[in-house]
């Protein structure tokens, strides 16, 4: 067991820090990151689009100086105990030092290379998903009670973190009462483990009751712009994809759980996996919202494929590590952008990577650069060009000034950025960002930050002297390229005070409990 966990431990250290190392410290944060990271500096019970737990990390990244280090920090800390507990679960099976490496080897090749480096609930839904199963593996091999206040534990902190938690625990509670482990439920200690869960959990139902449950707005506004365009063929065959260099090895562990009897008394986890896919394909959820249920198959399949080449087809295992590594190989830069933008567009083409679908975007298109990467560029020149807009106002214009971007991303860089560079904070409509701007206003200009030049024939644009293009992110391989900073001077203040204050008072309603 020593030697065992020493290996696990060691394994993790490299799970931490690989992504570091492979990363090209040329791009920026994400999209995505600079909202939850701006969801750190307004801490609060719920927000329109996520439960609050990834702001307490952002709060702990903001006392630590915001440096890109502590940006990545906590999902590559979360990667590697997400690969211990896959890797205690498998100890526990009976694995030995074979199945340990081969159930490691999906969090360095495939998606948890990336996911495990991006600031998202992602790192903490996984993370949960999988202490759900281990602790219920533990209590089913250990019948003590402890591990059920775990479950109860990882369940409510789960929910707190990604509100699609509740996916994978309607499953394992389908799972469960569809096999003789349903004697659970006459387990006091799972009932006031359930309850646990539902007070720490308590927090943010309160809070998404009085904002009217944004979460159903947030979810709408997700299929109407994003989620109309899963095909649930492409889902399914991008479930091999995102873990293709070692596919084989949740495929086995799936399939072990549903047939063999050796270890029937885990069958609830497969149905649970099917569950859980079968929702995701009724709610038109995104491939990687799935991630979660495979780190506890890949214990599972370790053990299988270990237990099935002790004797038998015992080359099979170099046969397993030779595949994984050389097909991960490839697919490394596409888990992570290894090289500035420019060569890695190259690169790409040279190797034609756009048929793996990778390079395939929201819109269905393919492009030079994955999404991902393509949302970690240009937002500190777009803040850079915003300052210069800003700086270059009066003294008595600044303090009748307010910017305004058109989006989270943008609104969350500039805010993460134009601290060091002048700006004052910037607001959005989009997103949480709403939620945290002032009610009142005494200002006759603006700084927009958009894509469009504003629409002539509104009549409050007629009440502005000035309106001009300063500024334009000029860079074709970003997704904000061609985003425009546009100035508004010279409005009557108490006119566009009154339109600001109305107009947002109109939005904000939407979470407002009468």
């Not at 775990?150 to 789960?158: D, H, N, P, R, S």
């Not at 214990?299 to 046969?319: H, Q, Y």
């Not at 990778?358 to 650069?369: F, V």
Request: charged share 15%.
């Amino acid at each position: 067991m020593k030697h065992k966990m020493l290996l696990v431990y060691m394994l993790a250290i490299v799970k931490f820090i690989l992504p570091f190392i492979l990363q090209e410290p040329f791009y920026q944060p994400h999209r995505d990151e600079f909202l939850y990271l701006a969801q750190g500096s307004h801490l609060a019970w719920g927000f329109l689009e996520v439960p609050p737990l990834l702001s307490f990390f952002a709060w702990l990244t903001h006392l630590a100086g915001d440096g890109f280090f502590f940006i990545k920090l906590w999902p590559s800390l979360f990667g590697a105990f997400t690969f211990i507990l896959t890797a205690r679960l498998l100890i526990s099976l009976g694995g030995k030092m074979f199945a340990i490496v081969l159930a490691f080897l999906p969090f360095i090749f495939g998606s948890y290379l990336r996911v495990h480096y991006l600031f998202q609930p992602n790192f903490l839904e996984i993370f949960f998903y999988t202490l759900i199963a281990f602790s219920l593996v533990e209590f089913i091999q250990t019948q003590q009670n402890k591990w059920l206040y775990l479950f109860g534990i990882a369940c409510g902190l789960g929910m707190m973190s990604k509100y699609s938690v509740a996916f994978f625990i309607i499953a394992i509670i389908i799972g469960l009462l569809a096999t003789p482990e349903r004697k659970v439920f006459g387990n006091k200690h799972f009932w006031y483990a359930s309850l646990l869960a539902f007070v720490i959990f308590l927090p943010n139902l309160i809070w998404q009751f009085l904002h009217n449950f944004p979460v159903a707005h947030h979810m709408e506004e997700l299929k109407r712009t994003q989620l109309q365009y899963i095909n649930p063929v492409e889902f399914l065959q991008d479930q091999i994809l995102m873990n293709l260099p070692c596919f084989y090895l949740w495929l086995t562990g799936l399939v072990g759980l549903l047939l063999l009897k050796k270890t029937k008394q885990y069958r609830f986890i497969a149905i649970a996996y099917i569950v859980v896919i079968t929702l995701l394909l009724l709610f038109q959820g995104k491939n990687y919202y799935a991630l979660g249920l495979y780190p506890v198959l890949f214990a599972f399949g370790g053990f299988f494929l270990e237990l099935l080449t002790v004797k038998r087809i015992r080359f099979m295992r170099v046969v397993f590590i030779i595949f994984s590594f050389f097909s991960g190989i490839f697919f490394i830069p596409l888990a992570l952008p290894v090289f500035k933008p420019a060569e890695l567009a190259n690169f790409y083409r040279d190797k034609n990577y756009a048929k793996t679908g990778a390079l395939k975007w929201e819109d269905l298109q393919n492009h030079s650069l994955p999404q991902d990467f393509a949302d970690m560029i240009g937002w500190k020149e777009t803040a850079r060009q915003t300052a210069e807009v800003y700086n270059s106002l009066s003294d008595t214009e600044k303090s009748k000034t307010i910017i305004k971007s058109d989006n989270y991303g943008l609104c969350g860089a500039l805010n993460f950025y134009g601290k060091k560079m002048g700006l004052p904070e910037v607001y959005s409509y989009n997103g949480s960002f709403i939620l945290w701007m002032p009610t009142t206003y005494d200002v006759s200009n603006i700084i927009t930050i958009g894509e469009n030049f504003p629409d002539t024939t509104r009549e409050i644009v007629k009440q502005f002297k000035h309106i001009s293009i300063e500024g334009q992110l000029k860079d074709s391989l970003a997704r904000e390229n061609g985003i425009k900073i546009i100035l508004w001077k010279g409005c009557d203040a108490a006119l566009l005070s009154r339109f600001i204050e109305a107009e947002l008072a109109d939005r904000k309603a939407l979470f407002i409990r009468k």
